[in-house]
């Protein structure tokens, strides 16, 4: 397994729902990041597919010019995913509390994640279940950043360096049973320390780790 029980621990053991009882209507990654995130999804992602976003928030980043069959949405927050208006349906569940996801098996071309991995607890439940819900060929995107609620990550993110991050979310893949050998993006900001502290654009790192299903013949 990738983790063990005391790199789960979080700072703050309250229960997620309490922490995202109220909206936050921010963006938690900059312009840059959002950018280089709407172009990889342009770019891997197909028209008229069923998208399922995990995680998700009042934005899902995906491109305007690309219409889907239905775009599923999960989170913590009715009033972020009321907001999205990408989103055909949402359902709110607390997957550090019941990883089982109320979907059909292989009913989703994709499965997204952005800037939220860092807050699961049982990474290996939740893969799994993204595993289950993709169409044989489907896609899974998890990005990330630098950026947390820091109270609220697992204490393996919480202490790791980038490139630790990196390896964590392959080893959530390569652990999961079914997904092709994952593929990594990383484009670290090549900003002055000094520079990213002020918040300048361009100053968030932009990570992502991409695998697809197998095809039936070799699940």
């Not at 891997?44 to 995906?62: A, E, G």
């Not at 089982?100 to 860092?118: G, I, M």
């Not at 393996?156 to 079914?178: M, N």
């Amino acid at each position: 397994m990738p983790l063990n029980p005391a790199q789960r621990n979080k700072l703050d053991p309250t229960d997620d729902s309490q922490f995202y009882e109220f909206p936050r209507f921010v963006t938690h990654v900059d312009e840059s990041f959002i950018q280089q995130l709407t172009d990889l999804y342009r770019e891997r992602l197909k028209p008229n597919t069923r998208i399922f976003d995990l995680m998700s928030s009042w934005v899902s980043h995906l491109p305007d010019d690309l219409e889907f069959a239905h775009v599923e949405g999960h989170g913590l927050n009715e009033e972020e995913l009321a907001r999205n208006p990408r989103l055909n349906h949402y359902f709110i569940q607390n997957l550090n509390r019941t990883p089982r996801l109320p979907l059909e098996d292989q009913s989703f071309d994709a499965v997204l994640n952005a800037v939220s991995v860092q807050y699961l607890q049982y990474p290996e439940a939740i893969f799994s279940e993204i595993h289950r819900v993709l169409k044989p060929g489907g896609i899974a995107i998890v990005s990330f950043s630098n950026r947390m609620f820091f109270q609220k990550a697992i204490q393996a993110w919480r202490e790791g360096s980038e490139s630790d991050r990196i390896h964590l979310v392959q080893q959530y893949f390569e652990t999961t049973p079914g997904f092709t050998k994952p593929e990594v993006i990383a484009r670290p900001s090549s900003l002055p320390t000094i520079l990213r502290m002020m918040g300048l654009p361009g100053s968030d790192p932009f990570y992502a780790v991409i695998a697809s299903r197998q095809s039936s013949r070799s699940d």
